[in-house]
């Protein structure tokens, strides 16, 4: 056998060059004639869908002459709210970086307005909805571009055996492929007894109550479907109403039948419990589906992502857009609003949805139809009610519509769970509510 | 005139000569080099830690948006939030029952270690040191799954003898209890090697003294053990207070403050409040709660140095 001695001075050059090359991040270099571009984009969970944004900007920068350069940053353990606020604090970084959901209001005044990016987008494609121009837009200024890309909704996804066997409810032919819902009966009463069926036949629906957002935003779009606001549009408190107490009430008979640790559930939780096939039922987007599909394909032949059961107030279902901000520190806003404009065409959208497997969502009315959705399977037609064809339920976020720099905390701080379990194990109503009043009027702190 | 010259000229450069020879003796001076070789460490550290902490006490005393200032306000606002002293309570709780059983299982194990064959010694602390040589942030993750609401390895284990499921993370109790259970693990081989290192240097002689005067193994520990290790038991206190206090990773990843707060600590606190709520100035007045706590434990702890070394 012959062995080739390494010496340390090959080590240390060989271990340099392979570090380098992994950090490496795409970088387009071309003429340069327009300047230099550097963005930080979403790192999707999706294996090659990164590969389009790549090849989106390529074409972009070839045609532009600019010279781009992308980093993929992962929302994972928050390593992208990390980076906006250092960049925000250092006035310095990425022209371009992908914000979701609160992050646009919160850093708004270091934001470049994009109303030309935008508006040319909304006459392309249609208007977007009422939670995209709530996050999006302050004083009638867009702070940013809605992004197709990470945009979602966490509607239920079904077990249609497990549904028609023990709640007697048929998601498919509620949600039928390729045609507008039959579903009137599909109310918070409804979700309740089937919710309540399926724990007694020992597949409970798997729905979070941690702290992180999948427990949040069901949360949400309960307290919505009742009218139950903490703070309302104009910043006043509004805890102590009736609206809200019936969605306690309501949350705390669904408390009873959900698993005894959802408490402790993280983003993932819900994904595990409908891939392991201990659930009838998870609020998610297509994502628990794409890898039931690869790690148990038994699972995922029987999934349907389906729309939101309807309450007293109306059908609200659960819905985080992303966004791409410009800084205002960038020293190339130009070639970046070229780029935006370039991202947020009919065709580039188009292009986003297929890669993701129909996981991401365009923001823009006329974009929810494309084909990727209804070819989706097994089984087929599984997404073609995710993108929420006919709009027959109300995309929100939770705590909407207080302000949003409010809105944020409650969301962050995850009140609305908090309240709805303190509630469940055993807390008073009086003195949940009290409590919640406290905290909302902390958060109202300027 | 000119004598007085030369004279001066002379003078000065005799007092050259003297200043270039203490120069050249400071230099050559064991401390003075290693001063100079730390240099650059210093000058690190003063970048890296003294920068940062001064800039958050900065932050601390800015308003939400960062654009006016308001001295204490955000210190007397979080005095009046509930949550806040709920993190004040849990962090004290979290930091002295870790210590306490760290120090406790440290101080058990050293012992064991110490009274194993000098030959199979070191595979043993090898051994124990592992826990905390693995960065924590992995073997937390490990642990997470081993808590796994659907897949808890523990649940799984425990069902053979109809027991369970327990939910590890989503009851108050147990998620307290777990987040602790993994510091101590996590923390007790540094506890350990102290402690094994301050055994080894207690003579042997004073544990013949104390057999003569027919001490028994409690006697032992009591009288001789002990009172040769106050000074490293009180240090490892103290730091490993420190760090427990500003203890970040484990209950990030295992509950992430939940259920309903009741596993928040300061940093993880901060955190939620700083980054995820976008109110940089109240996180930072978050965790610079800290310190007057862990100064107030620093002196206390320090000052029974201070004293045993006055006595000695």
């Known amino acids: ?446 | 005139m000119a004598d007085v010259v030369v004279e001066q000229g002379r003078l000065a450069r005799s007092a050259g000569t003297r200043k270039r020879a203490s120069l050249h003796h400071a230099l050559k001076r064991k401390s003075t080099v290693a001063f100079l070789m730390t240099l650059p460490l210093i000058l690190l550290i003063a970048l890296l830690v003294l920068y940062p902490a001064f800039y958050s006490v900065h932050l601390a005393t800015l308003n939400k948006s960062m654009q006016k200032f308001v001295g204490f306000g955000n210190f007397t606002f979080l005095f009046k939030r509930e949550t806040f002293w709920m993190v004040v309570r849990q962090s004290c709780l979290f930091a002295i029952t870790a210590v306490v059983f760290k120090a406790l299982i440290g101080f058990i194990v050293a012992h064991f270690v110490h009274n194993i064959p000098a030959k199979g010694q070191r595979k043993w602390r090898g051994m124990l040191l592992v826990p905390w040589v693995i960065p924590p942030a992995m073997s937390t993750l490990a642990w997470l799954w081993l808590f796994d609401p659907s897949y808890s390895a523990f649940n799984y284990t425990l069902s053979y003898f109809g027991i369970g499921p327990i939910p590890w993370l989503g009851e108050a109790g147990w998620a307290r209890f777990s987040v602790i259970l993994v510091n101590v693990w996590y923390g007790a081989p540094f506890f350990m090697i102290m402690y094994l290192a301050a055994l080894k240097s207690v003579p042997e002689q004073l544990y013949e003294a104390a057999a003569i005067d027919g001490a028994n193994w409690f006697q032992r520990i009591w009288y001789v053990t002990l009172p040769m290790m106050r000074n490293i038991i009180a240090i490892t206190t103290l730091f490993s207070l420190i760090v427990t206090f500003a203890n970040f990773d484990i209950v990030r990843i295992l509950t992430s403050g939940g259920p309903l707060d009741q596993t928040h600590i300061f940093a993880t606190w901060a955190f939620r409040v700083g980054i995820e709520s976008s109110d940089i100035p109240l996180g930072a007045s978050v965790s610079l709660f800290m310190v007057p706590i862990l100064a107030i434990a620093a002196i206390f702890i320090l000052r029974d140095i201070n004293k045993r070394g006055n006595e000695a």
């Not at chain 1, 995209?132 to 239920?156: E, F």
């Not at chain 1, 919710?195 to 409970?204: D, H, I």
């Not at chain 1, 292009?351 to 139809?369: H, I, N």
Request: hydrophobic residues 40%; proline residues 6%; aromatic residues 10%.
């Open chain 1, 1 to 446: 056998m012959i062995r080739r001695k390494l010496s340390r001075r090959q080590f240390v050059a060989a271990t340099a060059m392979s570090s380098a090359a992994l950090v490496a991040a795409p970088y387009i270099r071309t003429a340069n004639a327009a300047g230099k571009l550097s963005i930080g984009f979403w790192d999707h969970w999706v294996p090659d869908a990164n590969k389009t944004s790549e090849a989106l900007v390529k074409e972009w920068a070839e045609k532009e002459k600019v010279e781009v350069a992308i980093d993929y940053i992962t929302s994972q353990n928050k390593k992208i709210e990390l980076t906006v606020a250092a960049e925000a604090q250092a006035q310095s970084g990425h022209d371009i970086l992908a914000m979701y959901t609160w992050w646009p209001h919160a850093y708004a005044e270091h934001l470049e307005p994009v109303n030309d990016v935008v508006e040319a987008a909304i006459k392309q494609n249609g208007d977007v909805n009422g939670t995209v121009k709530y996050l999006g837009q302050a004083d009638g200024n867009w702070l940013a571009v809605p992004s197709t890309i990470g945009s979602q909704i966490k509607g239920p996804c079904s077990r249609i055996d497990l549904m028609k066997k023990l709640a007697n409810i048929d998601v498919q032919e509620m949600y039928p492929a390729g045609a507008p819902p039959k579903a009137d009966n599909w109310t918070m009463d409804t979700f309740l007894k089937a919710a309540e069926a399926c724990q007694k036949g020992g597949f409970p629906f798997g729905i979070g109550l941690g702290e992180t957002t999948d427990s949040v935003d069901t949360a949400g779009a309960i307290f919505q479907s009742f009218g139950a606001e903490l703070i309302n549009a104009k910043g006043d408190l509004t805890v102590k109403t009736d609206a809200v107490r019936q969605a306690l009430e309501f949350y705390k008979k669904l408390i009873a039948v959900l698993p005894p640790d959802a408490p402790s559930w993280d983003d993932a939780s819900n994904n595990k419990w409908l891939i392991s096939g201990r659930g009838a039922l998870i609020m998610n987007p297509p994502s628990a589906w794409a890898v039931a599909k690869r790690d148990a394909p038994q699972v995922a032949e029987q999934c349907w992502t389906h729309g939101f059961p309807s309450g007293p107030k109306g059908r609200f279902a659960p819905y985080l857009p992303y966004f791409w901000g410009l800084w205002k520190f960038s020293k190339n806003k130009e070639a970046a609003r070229s780029l935006l404009t370039h991202l947020s065409q009919a065709s580039s959208i188009e292009k986003f949805v297929s890669a993701s497997g129909g996981y991401d969502l365009p923001a823009y009315e006329k974009m929810t139809t494309l084909k990727t959705w209804a070819e989706q399977g097994p089984p087929k037609g599984t997404l073609y009610h995710y993108p929420n064809p006919f709009n027959h339920q109300t995309l929100s976020i939770a705590a909407w519509p207080a302000p949003p720099k409010i809105a944020q905390q409650i969301y962050a701080q995850a009140t609305l769970t908090k309240i709805a379990l303190r509630y469940a194990q055993g807390e008073k109503m009086e003195a949940t509510l009290a409590w919640a009043e406290g905290e909302c009027e902390g958060f109202m702190r300027s």
